[in-house]
T-cell receptor
Framework: AQRVTQPEKLLSVFKGAPVELKCNYS??????LFWYVQYSRQRLQLLLRHISRESIKGFTADLNKGETSFHLKKPFAQEEDSAMYYCAPPYNNNDMRFGAGTRLTVKP | GAVVSQHPSWVICKSGTSVKIECRSL??????MFWYRQFPKQSLMLMATSNEGSKATYEQGVEKDKFLINHASLTLSTLTVTSAHPEDSSFYIC???????????FGPGTRLTVT
């Protein structure tokens, strides 16, 4: 089974500061990971998929197999980044358990 | 594409009654849908996996007789909260993957308040 853990429930940074949301995984095969975001009063939506190696809204996430991590990073946080962030494995074998989530607050 | 809707968006019911929540994939077929529960400012908690044409798979600690799931078609799954109690008040969210896809698409959620 694929499992992810997010060790930080809450994270608070000031606007313009770098931010890193941690995600660690345990996998039996090749890892494939996603970051989802839930802004206030909006539905959960996909933010990043590691396969595409893309940058969305200034966020990037690199898969580190040595550390079994998939941390989400942004060099300069903005107030509109305040949201709940979830690390998640792919849909596979009817298993879809998200990480516990990290609530990011970006203070002005 | 890949839109998931939920109905109703909010519902208030009296204690002891049952309430049904619908989850629909509007522009794709979903053989599997997931039901989550979310308390205010808390994480998503997976409740069950809804499978079209077969029984749902419930997570440990989730009462299957209380939270009835029916995946009636390839575009519709329903969650019925039976004999609702105030502690069932929560935000219920469904999601579905695209066929062959690896990511999830989420409904907007349904807020249930049991009085």
């Amino acid at each position: 089974a694929q499992r992810v853990t997010q060790p930080e429930k809450l994270l608070s940074v000031f606007k313009g500061a770098p931010v890193e949301l941690k995600c660690n995984y345990s996998y039996s095969g090749s890892p494939e990971l996603f970051w989802y975001v839930q802004y206030s009063r909006q539905r959960l939506q996909l933010l990043l998929r590691h396969i595409s190696r893309e940058s969305i809204k200034g966020f990037t996430a690199d898969l580190n197999k040595g550390e079994t991590s998939f941390h989400l990073k942004k060099p300069f946080a903005q107030e509109e980044d305040s949201a709940m962030y979830y690390c998640a494995p792919p849909y596979n074998n009817n298993d879809m358990r998200f990480g516990a989530g990290t609530r990011l607050t970006v203070k002005p | 594409g890949a839109v998931v809707s939920q109905h109703p968006s909010w519902v208030i019911c009296k204690s002891g009654t049952s309430v049904k929540i619908e989850c629909r994939s509007l522009d794709f077929q979903a053989t599997t849908m997931f039901w989550y529960r979310q308390f205010p400012k808390q994480s998503l908690m997976l409740m069950a996996t809804s499978n079209e044409g077969s029984k749902a798979t419930y997570e440990q600690g989730v009462e299957k007789d209380k939270f009835l799931i029916n995946h009636a078609s390839l575009t519709l799954s329903t969650l019925t909260v039976t004999s609702a109690h105030p502690e069932d008040s929560s935000f219920y969210i469904c999601s579905a993957p695209l066929a062959g896809g690896r990511e999830q698409y989420f409904g907007p959620g349904t807020r249930l308040t049991v009085t």
